[in-house]
C-alpha cells in the first residue's frame, strides 16, 4: 500500500510520481489509477471556464436547468451499476453501501431539487405589516461559481449533493474530491458530459490540500467544504479572508442514549447498523453508546452478539463491512482502544486487524467506558463502538452534550413523548427519534451541523437558496411625491406626526397596538 501518513489528511504516496496522485483500492491494494495534482493555474483556468459558461447556463429558465438536472440523474440511474462498482473499489465500502448510501440518495437529491427548486427559488412577494405603500419581493440570483471541496468517505453523494444544489441555483461548479478517493469524482463528471450538459460549467480538479487552497483562492463566489474540523479551521480562515461564504460540513462524534424502556432488538441493531456501516467512517455514524442501567447489561450482550455476526471483507463480495479508506484511521482505531483500555475499559470484541490482505479493522465493542477516555471525546472515524452506563435522562443528556461537536445524536425509548423532549435538549445538527443516520436521506430536510461540526447547511430548501444571493427588490405600490415627506428638509410637521404615530401605533393598550397585535 503506498501511504506514509504525517497528520491527518496529509497523507503522502511514497511511490506516485512526483505531481501525480495514484489511487489504491483499500480492500486489495491494487493501483486503480493515477491524477495530476493541479496547480493554482490551472484551478484558476478551470474557476474562469465555469464563470464564462454560467452566464449563459443562468440566463435559462429554472425550469429548462431542472430539465438538464434530470438528464444528469437518468445517466447516473442508466450506468449506477459503474458508479457502484468504482465506490467499492476505490472507497472500499461494500457494494450494498454504495448503491443505497450514495448513489440512490444522489438520484433522490437530484430529482427532488428538480421537482422543488423553481417554487423554493422563485421570487418571493413579502405581506408588508407597515409600508403599505411599498412592494417588497426577495429574488434568489445565483452567486457565479461555486467551489465544492469533498472528503474521502462519501466520494460520491457528499459532492454531488452539492454539485447538484449549485447547479439547479444557476452557478457554475469547480470540484476538488479528496486526493484519497479522486476517481469517483471524474466518473460523475465523465456522467455530466454524457448527459449533455455544459462542458465547462462544471469541472474537477484533482489535487491534494494546496489544490484545495487554490480553489479558494481562485475567485470562486462560495464554498462549501465538507472534511475533518481541522482542516475546516483553516479553509473557514481562508474564505474568511477572503470574505467568501462557506458552507462548514465537519466531523462528528453521535451519541446514542438508549433508555431502559427502549426496544432492546431495535436499539441494539442501530447501534450495530450506525456504529459499523461503512466501517464507521461516516460523520453521523454511532461514535458513542449512553445507555441506562434498567437495559445496560441486555444491550451489550446483543450488541456484541450482533457484531460478531457481521461479515467482513472484500467489499465487491456479499458483506457487511469493507475497508478502511484512509491508513491513518487505522493507528487512529488502536491508539483509541488502547487508551480506553488502560483506563478500565472492557474489549468485548474486535480490537484489532483481522488477519487477511488489505485495510481492514475488526469491528470492535468497548464497554465500561467513560469521559476520561479519548474515545469518548474525539472523533472515532473508524470501527469502534464505545458504551457507557448512565442513570437516567438527565445524566444522559449532559454527557451527550460534553462535546465539542454536534453533528447528529439519536434517543431510543418507548414513550415518544419521553425521546422527544430529550431529543430537544440535545445540542446537534441533526437528532433522530429510534432510529439512526437516515436523516441524511431525507432530501427536505437541511442537513449541518453546530459547535465545531461546522456551520451551514446542506439539503432542503437552505441549500438552494445557499447557492444563490438574496436580493430585496422594493418597488413603489403607491407613487410617492417628488417632495418625500421623510426626506430633507426635514418638517416640524413630520416629525411631530412621527411622535404621534409612535405612540399610536406602538404604545401598549393604544388602538394602533392592539391592531398591530392582532394582525400579528
Ligand atoms: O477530511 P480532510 P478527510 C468529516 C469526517 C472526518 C473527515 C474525513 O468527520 O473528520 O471529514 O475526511 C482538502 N485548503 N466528514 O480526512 O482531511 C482535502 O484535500 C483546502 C464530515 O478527507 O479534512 C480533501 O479534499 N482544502 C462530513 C478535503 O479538504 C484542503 C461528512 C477534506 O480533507 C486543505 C463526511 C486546505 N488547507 C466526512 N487541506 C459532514 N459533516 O457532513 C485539505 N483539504
Known amino acids: 500500500m503506498g501511504w506514509i501518513t504525517q497528520a491527518r489528511g496529509e497523507g503522502t504516496q511514497v511511490d506516485a510520481p512526483q505531481g501525480t496522485i495514484r489511487s489504491y483500492a483499500p480492500a486489495t491494494g491494487e493501483l486503480l489509477g493515477e491524477v495530476p495534482v493541479m496547480d493554482a493555474e490551472r484551478v484558476r483556468d478551470a474557476v474562469a471556464r465555469a464563470r464564462r459558461a454560467q452566464e449563459a447556463w443562468a440566463l435559462l429558465p429554472i425550469e429548462e436547468r431542472c430539465e438538464r438536472i434530470r438528464r444528469f440523474r437518468d445517466e447516473i440511474v442508466r450506468r449506477a451499476d459503474e458508479v457502484v462498482e468504482l465506490i467499492a473499489r476505490e472507497c472500499g465500502k461494500p457494494k450494498a453501501e454504495a448503491l443505497t448510501h450514495e448513489v440512490f440518495i444522489t438520484a433522490d437529491l437530484a430529482t427532488w431539487y428538480a421537482r422543488e427548486a423553481p417554487r423554493i427559488l422563485a421570487p418571493r412577494e413579502l405581506d408588508l405589516h407597515l409600508l ?46 479528496s486526493e484519497v478517493t479522486p476517481l469517483i469524482a471524474l466518473k460523475a463528471k465523465e456522467l455530466y458530459d454524457a448527459a449533455g450538459l455544459p462542458d465547462d460549467l462544471f469541472s474537477v480538479v484533482t489535487g491534494d490540500g494546496k489544490t484545495g487552497a487554490a480553489l479558494i483562492d481562485a475567485g470562486v463566489d462560495k ?7 481541522e482542516t475546516g479551521r483553516k479553509v473557514a480562515a481562508a474564505c474568511g479572508e477572503r470574505l467568501i461564504e462557506a458552507t462548514m460540513e465537519l466531523g462528528g462524534k453521535a451519541p446514542v442514549i438508549v433508555c431502559d424502556d427502549a426496544d432492546l432488538e431495535r436499539a441494539a441493531r442501530a447501534v450495530v447498523f450506525g456504529g459499523f456501516a461503512n466501517s464507521g467512517q461516516v460523520c453521523i455514524g454511532v461514535e458513542r453508546v449512553y445507555a441506562q442501567g434498567g437495559i445496560y447489561d441486555r444491550l451489550v450482550e446483543r450488541v456484541v452478539a450482533l457484531t460478531r455476526e457481521l461479515r467482513q471483507g472484500d ?37 484489532g486487524r483481522p488477519d487477511r490482505e488489505g485495510q481492514f479493522f475488526e469491528p470492535t465493542v468497548l464497554t465500561g467506558c467513560g469521559h476520561d477516555m479519548a474515545v469518548m471525546r474525539e472523533e472515532i472515524f473508524g470501527p469502534i463502538v464505545p458504551i457507557m452506563r448512565v442513570t437516567d435522562d438527565e445524566e444522559a443528556i449532559a454527557l451527550a452534550n460534553d462535546s465539542h461537536l454536534g453533528l447528529a445524536a439519536y434517543v431510543f425509548s418507548a414513550d415518544r413523548e419521553r425521546a422527544r423532549a430529550i431529543a430537544e435538549r440535545v445540542r446537534a445538527g441533526m437528532v433522530l427519534v429510534n432510529d439512526v443516520v437516515i436523516g441524511y436521506a431525507v432530501s427536505e430536510a437541511p442537513f449541518g451541523g453546530v459547535k465545531a461540526s461546522g456551520y451551514g447547511k446542506i439539503h432542503g430548501a437552505e441549500s438552494l437558496r445557499g447557492m444563490c444571493e438574496a436580493k430585496h427588490l422594493g418597488t413603489e405600490r403607491i407613487p410617492m411625491p417628488a417632495r418625500d415627506p421623510f426626506w430633507f428638509p426635514y418638517q416640524p410637521a413630520m416629525v411631530s406626526g412621527m411622535r404621534r404615530a409612535l405612540r399610536a401605533v406602538y404604545a401598549r393598550g393604544t388602538l394602533g397596538e392592539r391592531i398591530g397585535r392582532l394582525f400579528g
Not at 412592494?135 to 452567486?143: G, I, S
Not at 478502511?324 to 480490537?351: H, K, Y
Request: aromatic residues 6%; positive net charge; proline residues 9%.
Open 132 to 177: 403599505k405603500h411599498r412592494r417588497a419581493e426577495v429574488l434568489y440570483a445565483p452567486r457565479g461559481v461555486v467551489g465544492i471541496i469533498s472528503p474521502w468517505n462519501f466520494p460520491f453523494v457528499i459532492p454531488m449533493g452539492d454539485v447538484l444544489a449549485a447547479l439547479v441555483a444557476g452557478n457554475g461548479v469547480v470540484l476538488k474530491p
Open 223 to 229: 464554498v462549501v467544504f465538507t472534511g475533518g474540523v
Open 315 to 351: 467489499p465487491l463480495g456479499d458483506v457487511d463491512l469493507g475497508a478502511i479508506i484512509f491508513p491513518p484511521q487505522i493507528d487512529n482505531a488502536t491508539r483509541l482502544i488502547e487508551d480506553a483500555v488502560s483506563r478500565g475499559a472492557q474489549l468485548r470484541c474486535g480490537g
